[in-house]
Protein backbone atom coordinates (compact mmCIF):
# COMPACT_ATOMS: atom_id res chain seq x y z
CA UNK A 1 0.00 0.00 0.00
CA UNK A 2 1.35 3.26 -1.12
CA UNK A 3 0.18 6.55 1.02
CA UNK A 4 0.33 10.08 0.38
CA UNK A 5 -0.45 12.80 -2.13
CA UNK A 6 -0.99 12.20 -5.58
CA UNK A 7 -1.74 14.72 -8.56
CA UNK A 8 -5.63 14.66 -8.86
CA UNK A 9 -5.49 12.89 -12.26
CA UNK A 10 -4.02 9.92 -10.58
CA UNK A 11 -6.68 9.64 -7.64
CA UNK A 12 -9.16 7.67 -9.43
CA UNK A 13 -9.93 4.65 -7.75
CA UNK A 14 -7.65 5.51 -4.88
CA UNK A 15 -8.27 5.35 -0.99
CA UNK A 16 -9.52 8.91 0.69
CA UNK A 17 -6.64 9.41 3.36
CA UNK A 18 -8.46 12.26 5.25
CA UNK A 19 -12.24 13.71 5.55
CA UNK A 20 -12.26 16.22 3.03
CA UNK A 21 -14.72 19.30 2.04
CA UNK A 22 -14.72 19.97 -1.96
CA UNK A 23 -17.13 23.06 -1.73
CA UNK A 24 -20.94 21.62 -0.72
CA UNK A 25 -19.41 17.91 -0.61
CA UNK A 26 -18.22 16.27 1.77
CA UNK A 27 -16.49 13.19 1.42
CA UNK A 28 -15.87 10.77 4.18
CA UNK A 29 -12.51 9.03 4.94
CA UNK A 30 -11.81 5.88 3.29
CA UNK A 31 -13.84 6.43 0.66
CA UNK A 32 -13.36 5.25 -2.62
CA UNK A 33 -12.66 7.89 -5.13
CA UNK A 34 -14.75 7.92 -8.33
CA UNK A 35 -14.03 9.84 -11.62
CA UNK A 36 -17.08 12.25 -10.14
CA UNK A 37 -15.55 12.66 -7.10
CA UNK A 38 -12.41 13.27 -8.70
CA UNK A 39 -14.05 16.24 -10.84
CA UNK A 40 -15.68 17.70 -7.98
CA UNK A 41 -12.04 17.98 -6.08
CA UNK A 42 -10.94 19.66 -9.23
CA UNK A 43 -13.93 21.79 -9.39
CA UNK A 44 -13.27 22.84 -5.49
CA UNK A 45 -9.39 24.05 -6.50
CA UNK A 46 -7.85 20.75 -5.49
CA UNK A 47 -4.72 20.02 -7.71
CA UNK A 48 -3.52 16.97 -5.44
CA UNK A 49 -5.04 14.58 -2.83
CA UNK A 50 -3.72 12.76 -0.11
CA UNK A 51 -4.74 8.77 -0.91
CA UNK A 52 -4.15 5.40 -0.12
CA UNK A 53 -2.98 3.11 -3.33
CA UNK A 54 -3.63 -0.79 -3.05
CA UNK A 55 -0.91 -3.03 -4.31
CA UNK A 56 -2.21 -6.39 -5.70
CA UNK A 57 -1.57 -8.17 -2.49
CA UNK A 58 -3.00 -5.95 -0.44
CA UNK A 59 -6.58 -6.93 1.46
CA UNK A 60 -8.60 -4.34 2.10
CA UNK A 61 -9.17 -3.51 6.24
CA UNK A 62 -13.42 -4.51 6.28
CA UNK A 63 -12.63 -7.50 4.59
CA UNK A 64 -9.14 -8.06 6.56
CA UNK A 65 -11.24 -7.77 9.74
CA UNK A 66 -13.99 -9.84 8.36
CA UNK A 67 -11.73 -12.56 7.75
CA UNK A 68 -9.96 -12.67 10.81
CA UNK A 69 -13.32 -12.67 12.44
CA UNK A 70 -14.65 -15.76 10.85
CA UNK A 71 -10.97 -17.21 11.78
CA UNK A 72 -11.12 -17.18 15.36
CA UNK A 73 -12.92 -19.61 17.04
CA UNK A 74 -15.18 -18.12 20.41
CA UNK A 75 -18.44 -19.15 21.99
CA UNK A 76 -21.40 -17.55 23.01
CA UNK A 77 -19.74 -14.70 21.43
CA UNK A 78 -21.19 -13.18 17.58
CA UNK A 79 -19.11 -10.76 15.20
CA UNK A 80 -20.95 -7.85 14.09
CA UNK A 81 -20.44 -6.71 10.02
CA UNK A 82 -17.22 -4.50 9.20
CA UNK A 83 -17.48 -1.38 9.59
CA UNK A 84 -14.02 1.22 9.27
CA UNK A 85 -11.63 -1.26 8.99
CA UNK A 86 -13.63 -2.47 12.49
CA UNK A 87 -15.48 -5.89 13.40
CA UNK A 88 -17.55 -5.74 16.83
CA UNK A 89 -17.77 -9.11 18.99
CA UNK A 90 -20.85 -9.20 21.14
CA UNK A 91 -21.80 -11.86 23.62
CA UNK A 92 -25.04 -13.87 23.00
CA UNK A 93 -25.08 -14.46 26.56
CA UNK A 94 -24.96 -13.23 30.32
CA UNK A 95 -22.07 -14.94 32.08
CA UNK A 96 -18.61 -14.92 32.36
CA UNK A 97 -16.04 -13.87 29.92
CA UNK A 98 -13.20 -15.97 29.51
CA UNK A 99 -10.58 -15.40 27.19
CA UNK A 100 -6.76 -17.03 25.40
CA UNK A 101 -4.29 -14.09 26.74
CA UNK A 102 -1.20 -15.91 25.22
CA UNK A 103 -3.06 -16.75 21.92
CA UNK A 104 -4.24 -12.59 21.81
CA UNK A 105 -0.97 -11.58 22.79
CA UNK A 106 0.61 -13.64 19.83
CA UNK A 107 -1.98 -12.08 17.15
CA UNK A 108 -1.15 -8.98 18.30
CA UNK A 109 2.44 -9.37 17.79
CA UNK A 110 2.37 -10.41 14.18
CA UNK A 111 2.08 -6.87 13.18
CA UNK A 112 1.00 -3.53 14.74
CA UNK A 113 -1.05 -3.09 11.90
CA UNK A 114 -3.95 -5.32 12.95
CA UNK A 115 -5.02 -5.59 16.72
CA UNK A 116 -7.69 -7.80 18.69
CA UNK A 117 -8.55 -6.23 21.68
CA UNK A 118 -10.96 -7.67 24.54
CA UNK A 119 -12.13 -7.25 27.59
CA UNK A 120 -10.05 -8.61 30.47
CA UNK A 121 -10.43 -12.45 31.94
CA UNK A 122 -13.50 -13.37 34.06
CA UNK A 123 -15.13 -9.85 33.44
CA UNK A 124 -18.92 -10.16 33.95
CA UNK A 125 -20.70 -9.63 30.93
CA UNK A 126 -24.51 -9.17 30.02
CA UNK A 127 -26.12 -10.89 26.49
CA UNK A 128 -25.42 -8.20 24.00
CA UNK A 129 -22.65 -6.27 25.39
CA UNK A 130 -19.30 -6.06 23.39
CA UNK A 131 -16.38 -8.22 24.48
CA UNK A 132 -13.86 -7.92 21.79
CA UNK A 133 -13.08 -6.09 18.73
CA UNK A 134 -10.27 -6.46 15.89
CA UNK A 135 -9.22 -3.33 14.27
CA UNK A 136 -6.82 -2.96 11.14
CA UNK A 137 -5.23 0.33 11.40
CA UNK A 138 -4.54 1.12 7.94
CA UNK A 139 -6.66 0.87 4.69
CA UNK A 140 -5.35 -2.60 4.13
CA UNK A 141 -2.75 -5.22 5.06
CA UNK A 142 -0.66 -7.61 2.77
CA UNK A 143 -2.27 -10.70 2.45
CA UNK A 144 0.78 -12.58 3.76
CA UNK A 145 0.60 -10.95 6.87
CA UNK A 146 -3.54 -11.56 7.35
CA UNK A 147 -2.41 -15.24 6.56
CA UNK A 148 -0.12 -15.14 9.44
CA UNK A 149 -2.98 -14.35 11.98
CA UNK A 150 -5.06 -16.47 10.55
CA UNK A 151 -2.92 -19.66 11.26
CA UNK A 152 -2.51 -18.51 14.70
CA UNK A 153 -6.36 -17.97 15.18
CA UNK A 154 -7.57 -21.51 14.06
CA UNK A 155 -5.27 -23.07 16.69
CA UNK A 156 -7.52 -22.77 19.70
CA UNK A 157 -10.76 -21.05 20.74
CA UNK A 158 -9.58 -17.35 21.42
CA UNK A 159 -12.51 -16.36 23.99
CA UNK A 160 -15.41 -17.48 24.89
CA UNK A 161 -18.37 -16.34 27.55
CA UNK A 162 -19.50 -18.94 29.75
CA UNK A 163 -23.24 -18.96 31.01
CA UNK A 164 -24.36 -18.92 34.53
CA UNK A 165 -25.63 -22.02 35.81
CA UNK A 166 -27.42 -21.01 38.44
CA UNK A 167 -27.60 -23.00 41.62
CA UNK A 168 -28.93 -24.08 44.74
CA UNK A 169 -26.75 -22.18 47.75
CA UNK A 170 -26.85 -23.17 51.76
CA UNK A 171 -25.96 -20.17 54.20
CA UNK A 172 -23.71 -21.37 57.44
CA UNK A 173 -23.58 -18.14 59.92
CA UNK A 174 -21.81 -18.45 63.00
CA UNK A 175 -23.00 -16.16 66.13
CA UNK A 176 -21.57 -14.58 68.87
CA UNK A 177 -22.82 -12.15 71.30
CA UNK A 178 -21.44 -9.58 70.10
CA UNK A 179 -22.67 -9.81 66.75
CA UNK A 180 -26.27 -8.16 66.27
CA UNK A 181 -29.07 -10.42 64.56
CA UNK A 182 -29.64 -7.55 62.29
CA UNK A 183 -26.05 -8.18 60.89
CA UNK A 184 -26.81 -11.51 60.13
CA UNK A 185 -30.54 -10.63 58.68
CA UNK A 186 -28.70 -8.15 56.46
CA UNK A 187 -26.19 -10.78 55.19
CA UNK A 188 -28.58 -12.74 54.69
CA UNK A 189 -30.22 -9.83 51.92
CA UNK A 190 -27.23 -9.09 50.45
CA UNK A 191 -26.06 -12.85 49.96
CA UNK A 192 -29.83 -13.16 48.14
CA UNK A 193 -28.84 -10.46 45.78
CA UNK A 194 -25.06 -11.32 44.82
CA UNK A 195 -26.65 -14.82 43.81
CA UNK A 196 -29.76 -13.96 42.22
CA UNK A 197 -27.65 -11.60 39.14
CA UNK A 198 -26.34 -14.86 38.59
CA UNK A 199 -30.18 -16.44 38.76
CA UNK A 200 -29.19 -18.58 41.84
CA UNK A 201 -30.39 -19.04 45.35
CA UNK A 202 -30.04 -19.54 48.78
CA UNK A 203 -31.98 -23.30 49.41
CA UNK A 204 -31.27 -22.85 53.15
CA UNK A 205 -29.87 -20.51 56.11
CA UNK A 206 -28.51 -22.27 59.55
CA UNK A 207 -27.29 -19.81 61.90
CA UNK A 208 -24.84 -22.09 64.94
CA UNK A 209 -22.39 -20.42 67.46
CA UNK A 210 -19.24 -20.11 66.69
CA UNK A 211 -17.67 -23.48 66.59
CA UNK A 212 -16.20 -25.79 64.51
CA UNK A 213 -18.54 -29.11 65.04
CA UNK A 214 -21.44 -27.30 65.05
CA UNK A 215 -20.60 -25.30 61.52
CA UNK A 216 -19.39 -28.80 60.44
CA UNK A 217 -22.73 -30.51 60.98
CA UNK A 218 -24.42 -27.19 59.17
CA UNK A 219 -22.37 -27.79 56.33
CA UNK A 220 -23.79 -31.61 55.99
CA UNK A 221 -27.13 -30.41 56.67
CA UNK A 222 -27.35 -27.98 54.09
CA UNK A 223 -25.17 -30.06 51.35
CA UNK A 224 -27.64 -32.56 50.82
CA UNK A 225 -30.39 -29.85 49.18
CA UNK A 226 -27.70 -27.32 47.72
CA UNK A 227 -25.28 -27.23 45.26
CA UNK A 228 -22.75 -25.06 47.06
CA UNK A 229 -22.62 -23.83 50.69
CA UNK A 230 -20.85 -20.45 52.11
CA UNK A 231 -20.46 -20.21 55.71
CA UNK A 232 -20.18 -16.33 57.71
CA UNK A 233 -17.93 -16.58 60.53
CA UNK A 234 -18.57 -14.21 63.04
CA UNK A 235 -15.24 -13.72 63.80
CA UNK A 236 -12.10 -13.39 61.46
CA UNK A 237 -9.73 -16.33 60.25
CA UNK A 238 -6.88 -16.40 62.35
CA UNK A 239 -5.23 -19.56 61.36
CA UNK A 240 -5.52 -20.95 58.18
CA UNK A 241 -6.06 -24.70 59.13
CA UNK A 242 -7.17 -24.88 62.71
CA UNK A 243 -9.46 -21.59 62.86
CA UNK A 244 -13.53 -22.83 63.02
CA UNK A 245 -14.22 -22.69 59.42
CA UNK A 246 -11.09 -24.10 57.95
CA UNK A 247 -11.95 -26.84 60.34
CA UNK A 248 -15.18 -27.15 59.80
CA UNK A 249 -14.87 -27.99 56.63
CA UNK A 250 -12.34 -30.46 57.14
CA UNK A 251 -14.35 -32.07 60.01
CA UNK A 252 -17.69 -32.10 57.78
CA UNK A 253 -15.63 -34.62 55.57
CA UNK A 254 -14.67 -31.59 52.75
CA UNK A 255 -10.96 -30.60 51.85
CA UNK A 256 -9.46 -26.90 52.12
CA UNK A 257 -7.54 -26.36 49.20
CA UNK A 258 -6.43 -22.65 50.40
CA UNK A 259 -7.06 -20.53 53.18
CA UNK A 260 -6.41 -16.72 52.51
CA UNK A 261 -6.29 -14.96 49.17
CA UNK A 262 -4.32 -12.02 47.87
CA UNK A 263 -7.28 -9.69 47.06
CA UNK A 264 -8.16 -6.83 49.39
CA UNK A 265 -10.69 -6.79 50.53
CA UNK A 266 -11.18 -10.42 50.50
CA UNK A 267 -8.18 -11.57 51.83
CA UNK A 268 -9.80 -13.82 54.66
CA UNK A 269 -11.43 -15.91 52.05
CA UNK A 270 -11.52 -19.92 52.63
CA UNK A 271 -11.56 -22.53 49.24
CA UNK A 272 -13.18 -25.75 50.25
CA UNK A 273 -15.27 -28.61 48.76
CA UNK A 274 -17.41 -31.38 50.15
CA UNK A 275 -18.21 -34.29 47.61
CA UNK A 276 -17.82 -31.89 44.26
CA UNK A 277 -19.24 -29.26 45.81
CA UNK A 278 -17.71 -26.18 46.62
CA UNK A 279 -17.72 -24.42 50.70
CA UNK A 280 -16.69 -21.47 50.72
CA UNK A 281 -15.88 -19.49 53.78
CA UNK A 282 -16.64 -15.87 53.60
CA UNK A 283 -14.64 -12.71 53.96
CA UNK A 284 -16.00 -10.41 56.12
CA UNK A 285 -16.26 -7.91 53.35
CA UNK A 286 -18.28 -10.28 51.92
CA UNK A 287 -20.94 -9.21 54.57
CA UNK A 288 -20.89 -6.08 51.91
CA UNK A 289 -22.49 -5.85 48.36
CA UNK A 290 -19.41 -3.69 46.94
CA UNK A 291 -16.88 -6.11 45.01
CA UNK A 292 -14.26 -8.12 46.67
CA UNK A 293 -12.20 -10.98 46.10
CA UNK A 294 -15.47 -13.53 46.66
CA UNK A 295 -16.92 -12.03 44.14
CA UNK A 296 -14.46 -13.42 41.84
CA UNK A 297 -14.35 -16.58 42.95
CA UNK A 298 -18.45 -16.64 42.97
CA UNK A 299 -18.58 -15.93 39.38
CA UNK A 300 -16.36 -18.43 38.05
CA UNK A 301 -18.19 -21.19 40.18
CA UNK A 302 -21.54 -20.52 39.11
CA UNK A 303 -20.05 -20.17 35.63
CA UNK A 304 -18.91 -23.55 35.21
CA UNK A 305 -15.13 -22.30 34.59
CA UNK A 306 -14.47 -23.22 38.28
CA UNK A 307 -11.70 -22.17 40.45
CA UNK A 308 -8.32 -23.74 42.08
CA UNK A 309 -5.36 -23.03 44.54
CA UNK A 310 -3.61 -21.86 41.49
CA UNK A 311 -6.26 -19.81 40.07
CA UNK A 312 -6.20 -17.78 44.01
CA UNK A 313 -2.95 -17.25 44.32
CA UNK A 314 -3.00 -15.81 40.58
CA UNK A 315 -4.85 -13.15 41.38
CA UNK A 316 -2.55 -10.83 43.39
CA UNK A 317 -2.24 -8.47 40.46
CA UNK A 318 -5.29 -6.47 40.28
CA UNK A 319 -6.36 -7.48 42.88
CA UNK A 320 -6.12 -4.61 45.12
CA UNK A 321 -9.62 -3.13 45.04
CA UNK A 322 -10.05 -1.16 47.40
CA UNK A 323 -9.85 2.06 44.70
CA UNK A 324 -11.41 0.49 42.41
CA UNK A 325 -15.13 2.10 41.38
CA UNK A 326 -16.95 -0.25 39.25
CA UNK A 327 -16.06 -3.83 38.14
CA UNK A 328 -15.13 -4.11 34.49
CA UNK A 329 -17.08 -3.15 32.05
CA UNK A 330 -17.68 -2.35 28.44
CA UNK A 331 -16.74 0.10 26.18
CA UNK A 332 -20.36 -0.03 24.43
CA UNK A 333 -23.07 0.83 26.74
CA UNK A 334 -25.83 -2.43 27.60
CA UNK A 335 -28.73 -2.91 25.89
CA UNK A 336 -31.99 -2.19 27.84
CA UNK A 337 -33.01 -1.65 30.00
CA UNK A 338 -29.62 -1.35 31.37
CA UNK A 339 -28.84 1.73 29.92
CA UNK A 340 -31.90 3.57 31.04
CA UNK A 341 -32.86 6.90 31.17
CA UNK A 342 -31.72 8.94 34.85
CA UNK A 343 -33.40 12.31 35.85
CA UNK A 344 -31.75 14.36 38.21
CA UNK A 345 -33.91 15.64 41.18
CA UNK A 346 -32.91 18.57 42.74
CA UNK A 347 -33.50 19.30 45.95
CA UNK A 348 -34.66 23.26 46.84
CA UNK A 349 -36.97 23.03 49.34
CA UNK A 350 -34.87 23.82 52.55
CA UNK A 351 -35.54 26.67 55.28
CA UNK A 352 -31.67 27.73 55.65
CA UNK A 353 -32.31 27.58 59.01
CA UNK A 354 -28.43 27.59 59.93
CA UNK A 355 -28.75 31.14 57.63
CA UNK A 356 -30.54 32.85 60.50
CA UNK A 357 -33.26 33.87 58.10
CA UNK A 358 -31.84 34.61 54.20
CA UNK A 359 -32.62 32.01 51.80
CA UNK A 360 -29.01 30.53 50.55
CA UNK A 361 -30.38 29.09 47.59
CA UNK A 362 -30.76 33.11 46.75
CA UNK A 363 -27.59 34.03 47.36
CA UNK A 364 -25.53 35.02 44.42
CA UNK A 365 -22.71 33.30 42.52
CA UNK A 366 -20.85 35.26 39.72
CA UNK A 367 -24.28 37.42 40.10
CA UNK A 368 -26.42 34.33 39.69
CA UNK A 369 -29.03 32.98 42.24
CA UNK A 370 -27.44 29.47 43.43
CA UNK A 371 -30.49 27.81 42.87
CA UNK A 372 -30.14 28.68 39.09
CA UNK A 373 -26.75 27.82 38.91
CA UNK A 374 -26.99 23.94 40.16
CA UNK A 375 -30.06 23.22 38.43
CA UNK A 376 -28.54 24.88 35.20
CA UNK A 377 -25.56 22.55 35.64
CA UNK A 378 -27.95 19.62 36.29
CA UNK A 379 -29.64 20.24 33.38
CA UNK A 380 -26.13 20.62 30.85
CA UNK A 381 -25.13 17.10 32.01
CA UNK A 382 -26.51 13.60 30.89
CA UNK A 383 -29.89 13.40 32.79
CA UNK A 384 -32.13 13.06 30.86
CA UNK A 385 -34.58 15.32 32.53
CA UNK A 386 -34.09 17.75 35.73
CA UNK A 387 -37.04 17.55 38.64
CA UNK A 388 -36.62 20.67 41.39
CA UNK A 389 -38.64 20.02 44.64
CA UNK A 390 -39.28 22.77 45.67
CA UNK A 391 -40.79 24.16 49.69
CA UNK A 392 -40.00 26.97 51.29
CA UNK A 393 -40.32 30.36 49.53
CA UNK A 394 -41.40 27.96 46.59
CA UNK A 395 -42.37 30.75 43.96
CA UNK A 396 -39.18 32.55 44.56
CA UNK A 397 -37.17 29.59 43.48
CA UNK A 398 -39.34 28.97 41.10
CA UNK A 399 -38.99 32.23 40.04
CA UNK A 400 -34.88 31.95 39.90
CA UNK A 401 -35.53 29.35 37.50
CA UNK A 402 -37.60 31.20 35.08
CA UNK A 403 -36.79 29.92 31.41
CA UNK A 404 -35.49 26.83 32.42
CA UNK A 405 -36.85 23.21 31.25
CA UNK A 406 -37.73 21.96 34.39
CA UNK A 407 -40.50 20.03 36.19
CA UNK A 408 -41.43 21.19 40.00
CA UNK A 409 -42.54 18.52 42.58
CA UNK A 410 -44.34 20.50 45.55
CA UNK A 411 -43.45 19.59 49.19
CA UNK A 412 -45.88 21.26 51.01
CA UNK A 413 -44.18 19.03 54.31
CA UNK A 414 -40.43 20.40 53.95
CA UNK A 415 -40.54 21.51 57.71
CA UNK A 416 -41.11 17.86 58.77
CA UNK A 417 -37.31 17.26 57.77
CA UNK A 418 -35.29 15.89 54.41
CA UNK A 419 -37.29 12.67 53.82
CA UNK A 420 -40.14 14.81 52.53
CA UNK A 421 -38.25 16.11 49.68
CA UNK A 422 -36.82 12.69 48.47
CA UNK A 423 -40.34 11.58 48.89
CA UNK A 424 -41.59 14.48 46.43
CA UNK A 425 -39.01 14.13 44.29
CA UNK A 426 -39.08 10.21 43.80
CA UNK A 427 -43.04 10.66 43.50
CA UNK A 428 -42.62 12.47 40.59
CA UNK A 429 -40.43 10.76 38.31
CA UNK A 430 -40.95 9.59 35.02
CA UNK A 431 -41.68 5.42 34.60
CA UNK A 432 -39.31 5.48 32.40
CA UNK A 433 -36.42 6.63 34.99
CA UNK A 434 -33.52 4.33 35.65
CA UNK A 435 -32.23 6.28 38.06
CA UNK A 436 -32.39 9.26 40.12
CA UNK A 437 -29.69 11.54 40.64
CA UNK A 438 -30.30 13.32 44.05
CA UNK A 439 -28.31 16.72 43.74
CA UNK A 440 -28.60 19.10 46.44
CA UNK A 441 -29.63 22.58 45.44
CA UNK A 442 -26.55 24.40 47.75
CA UNK A 443 -23.28 22.52 46.15
CA UNK A 444 -21.49 25.19 44.18
CA UNK A 445 -18.71 23.18 43.45
CA UNK A 446 -20.19 20.20 41.57
CA UNK A 447 -20.28 20.52 37.52
CA UNK A 448 -22.18 19.04 35.03
CA UNK A 449 -19.08 17.06 33.98
CA UNK A 450 -19.28 15.74 37.91
CA UNK A 451 -22.64 14.40 37.79
CA UNK A 452 -21.74 12.95 34.01
CA UNK A 453 -19.24 10.94 36.18
CA UNK A 454 -21.82 9.35 38.33
CA UNK A 455 -24.58 8.79 35.23
CA UNK A 456 -21.92 7.26 33.01
CA UNK A 457 -20.65 5.07 36.10
CA UNK A 458 -24.29 3.95 37.18
CA UNK A 459 -24.70 3.00 33.44
CA UNK A 460 -21.71 1.00 33.64
CA UNK A 461 -23.23 -1.02 36.44
CA UNK A 462 -25.83 -2.21 34.88
CA UNK A 463 -28.01 0.42 36.39
CA UNK A 464 -28.23 -1.29 38.97
CA UNK A 465 -25.50 0.22 41.43
CA UNK A 466 -26.23 3.17 43.84
CA UNK A 467 -23.65 5.73 42.45
CA UNK A 468 -22.35 8.25 45.58
CA UNK A 469 -19.88 11.05 45.09
CA UNK A 470 -16.81 11.39 47.15
CA UNK A 471 -13.52 13.03 48.32
CA UNK A 472 -10.70 11.86 49.33
CA UNK A 473 -12.30 8.37 50.47
CA UNK A 474 -14.92 9.91 52.68
CA UNK A 475 -18.49 10.11 51.04
CA UNK A 476 -20.18 13.19 49.99
CA UNK A 477 -23.08 14.10 47.19
CA UNK A 478 -24.75 14.14 45.07
CA UNK A 479 -26.15 10.28 45.24
CA UNK A 480 -27.30 8.37 42.64
CA UNK A 481 -30.21 6.02 43.31
CA UNK A 482 -31.41 3.12 41.35
CA UNK A 483 -35.02 2.47 40.35
CA UNK A 484 -34.35 -1.02 42.95
CA UNK A 485 -34.62 1.77 46.30
CA UNK A 486 -37.60 3.85 44.47
CA UNK A 487 -39.63 2.05 47.08
CA UNK A 488 -37.70 2.11 49.50
CA UNK A 489 -37.57 6.00 49.64
CA UNK A 490 -41.47 6.18 49.64
CA UNK A 491 -41.37 4.66 53.81
CA UNK A 492 -38.88 7.54 54.93
CA UNK A 493 -39.35 9.81 57.96
CA UNK A 494 -37.92 12.47 59.27
CA UNK A 495 -34.99 14.62 58.43
CA UNK A 496 -33.08 11.73 57.02
CA UNK A 497 -31.77 11.04 53.68
CA UNK A 498 -30.62 7.74 51.76
CA UNK A 499 -27.68 6.69 53.82
CA UNK A 500 -29.58 4.01 55.61
CA UNK A 501 -30.77 2.94 52.58
CA UNK A 502 -27.50 3.30 50.50
CA UNK A 503 -25.86 1.10 53.25
CA UNK A 504 -28.59 -1.07 54.31
CA UNK A 505 -30.57 -1.71 51.29
CA UNK A 506 -28.33 -4.74 49.90
CA UNK A 507 -27.24 -2.92 46.68
CA UNK A 508 -23.69 -2.26 44.97
CA UNK A 509 -22.40 0.92 46.22
CA UNK A 510 -19.86 2.87 44.33
CA UNK A 511 -18.20 5.58 45.57
CA UNK A 512 -16.60 7.95 42.49
CA UNK A 513 -14.17 10.51 43.53
CA UNK A 514 -15.06 13.49 42.16
CA UNK A 515 -13.25 16.23 44.05
CA UNK A 516 -13.39 18.69 46.79
CA UNK A 517 -16.67 19.90 45.64
CA UNK A 518 -18.78 16.57 47.14
CA UNK A 519 -18.00 17.39 49.98
CA UNK A 520 -18.07 21.45 49.74
CA UNK A 521 -22.02 22.54 51.24
CA UNK A 522 -23.04 25.81 52.44
CA UNK A 523 -25.29 25.64 55.55
CA UNK A 524 -24.00 28.17 57.14
CA UNK A 525 -22.83 32.01 56.48
CA UNK A 526 -18.96 31.71 56.85
CA UNK A 527 -19.27 28.11 54.46
CA UNK A 528 -21.16 30.56 51.87
CA UNK A 529 -18.88 33.29 51.83
CA UNK A 530 -15.88 30.85 51.60
CA UNK A 531 -17.21 29.33 48.72
CA UNK A 532 -17.50 32.55 47.08
CA UNK A 533 -21.19 33.49 48.02
CA UNK A 534 -23.26 36.99 48.27
CA UNK A 535 -26.42 36.16 50.75
CA UNK A 536 -29.64 38.41 49.54
CA UNK A 537 -32.27 39.00 51.82
Same mark, same amino acid.
Given at each position: ??????????????????????????????????????????????????????????????????????????????????????????????????????????????????????????????????????????????????????????????????????????????????????????????????????????????????????????????????????????????????????????????????????????????????????????????????????????????????????????????????????????????????????????????????????????????????????????????????? /? %?? $???????? &?? =? *?? @??? +? !?????????????????????????????? /? %?? $???????? &?? =? *?? @??? +? !??????????????????????????????? %???????????? =?????????????????????????????????????
Amino acid at each position: MKFGPVPLEEAEGAILAHSTVAGPARFRKARLLSVEDVATLRNAGFNEIIVATLAPDDVEENEAATRIAAALRFSGIEARPAATGRVNLHATRTGIFAVDKPLVDAINLVDPDITLATMPAFAPMVEGQMVATIKIIPFAVPEATLQKVLALAATREAFAMHAYRPMRVGVVQTVLPSIKASVLDKTLRVTEERLSRTGSTVSGEIRTSHAAPEVAQAIRDLADDSDMVLVFGASAMSDPDEDVIPAAIQSSGGTVFRSGMPVDPGNLFVLGERNGKPVLGAPGCARSARLNGFDWVLDRIVSGIGVTKEDIAGMGVGGLLMEIPTRPQPREPAPAPAAGTVTAVVLAAGRSSRMGGPNKLMALFDGKPLVRRTVERALASKAKSVI /V %VT $GHQSERVK &AA =L *DG @LPV +A !FADNPAFAEGLSTSLKAGIGALPASAAGAL /V %VL $GDMPGISA &AD =L *DR @LIE +A !FHKSGDRAVVRAAHEGKRGNPVLLPKTLFEA %VTHLEGDTGARH =LVENGGVEVLDIDIGAGAAIDVDTREALEIAGGVLQD
